[in-house]
């Protein structure tokens, strides 16, 4: 089991930029996949983004392709959001998320979860 926790969180104006960033617990991390997800006022919790074990490989939402970019640093068992050119719409509350095994989109799967960090772009 590894516990998350999310930071880098804050309020940006619209075509500004925020990296957050998720630290692990534990001595496995590198054993997870790793995702971000987002939930907004009145809506549902939406993937945002995931990355492989290794980092090699990454799945992003069409909404934030060519914006945000996911990484990982498995020597410090963290994974970051890189979140360029934000918009009004990209507000809400970040959630990082863990899963052994490969990533995938859908947030049943993930079996362990961060407390949010608050996004809110001004326009």
């Known amino acids: 089991q590894v516990q998350l926790v999310e930071s880098g969180g804050g309020l940006v104006q619209a075509g500004g930029s925020l990296r957050l960033s998720c630290a692990a617990s534990?001595?496995?991390?590198?054993?997870?996949?790793m995702a971000w997800f987002r939930q907004a006022p009145g809506k549902e919790r939406e993937f945002v983004a995931a990355?492989?074990?290794?980092?090699?490989?990454?799945y992003n939402v069409d909404a934030v392709k060519g914006r945000f970019t996911i990484s990982r640093d498995n020597a410090k068992n963290t994974v970051y959001l890189q979140m360029n050119s934000l918009k009004s719409e990209d507000t809400a509350v970040y959630y990082c998320?863990?899963?052994?095994?490969?990533?995938?989109?859908?947030?049943?799967?993930?079996?362990?979860w961060g407390q949010g960090t608050q996004v809110t772009v001004s326009s």
């Open positions: 998320a863990a899963r052994p095994g490969t990533a995938v989109p859908g947030a049943r799967w993930y079996t362990n």
């Open positions: 534990g001595r496995t991390f590198s054993t997870y996949a």
């Open positions: 990355i492989s074990r290794s980092g090699a490989s990454t």
